[in-house]
């Protein structure tokens, strides 16, 4: 297989893992006064947008069958 199949095989597999998997976050939320400072650090997980997700197959399957072509 050519490189670009195998970069839209790539692509197509991170699409259909964005669609479960979320990208994990954090946050630090404090207040310092002086010398003194109190904080939290809250952690959240958030989805890709599904339009990321779409586009990324998509795209990958456009350079998967431009790759297996050929030329």
Same mark, same amino acid.
């Given at each position: 297989?050519?490189?670009? $199949? +195998? ?9 259909? /893992?964005?669609?479960?998997?979320? &990208? ?14 109190? $904080? +939290? ?9 599904? /339009?990321?997700?779409?586009?990324? &197959? ?14």
């Amino acid at each position: 297989m050519k490189p670009l $199949g +195998i970069l839209g095989v790539i692509l197509i597999v991170l699409g259909i /893992a964005s669609f479960f998997v979320g &990208i994990p976050r954090s946050e630090n939320h404090g207040v310092k006064v002086g010398d003194a400072s109190i $904080g +939290i650090q809250t952690r959240t997980t958030e989805r890709a947008p599904m /339009a990321l997700s779409v586009a990324l &197959i998509v795209g990958g399957a456009v350079l998967a069958v431009a790759g297996s072509r050929k030329g």
